[in-house]
């Protein structure tokens, strides 16, 4: 049995400092969606619970005003 500690991966919006996730910034919510254009979960992206939350609240309201699609074809 290996006893490896598994390191988290840092949340990239905490080490940056952004105090908000815009939802107008398409190409940085893309990032955040599969290829099926389902957001990723936390644990795939490293993303602390709080800009987790703010993130699909982001991907909701862009997908709202046709800024990122609902589906990927």
């Known amino acids: 049995m290996n006893d490896q500690k598994v390191?988290?991966?840092?949340?990239?919006?905490?080490?940056?400092?952004?105090?908000?996730?815009?939802?107008k910034q398409s190409d940085l919510l893309q990032r955040y969606m599969n290829e099926y254009g389902r957001i990723r979960p936390r644990r795939q992206t490293?993303?602390?619970?709080?800009?987790?939350?703010?993130?699909?609240?982001a991907i909701k309201r862009a997908r709202h005003i046709?800024?990122?699609?609902?589906t990927q074809e």
């Open 66 to 70: 046709a800024l990122v699609p609902f």
């Open 46 to 57: 490293g993303t602390c619970a709080k800009h987790q939350r703010a993130l699909a609240q």
């Open 7 to 23: 390191r988290r991966k840092a949340c990239s919006f905490c080490v940056d400092g952004a105090k908000t996730i815009d939802y």
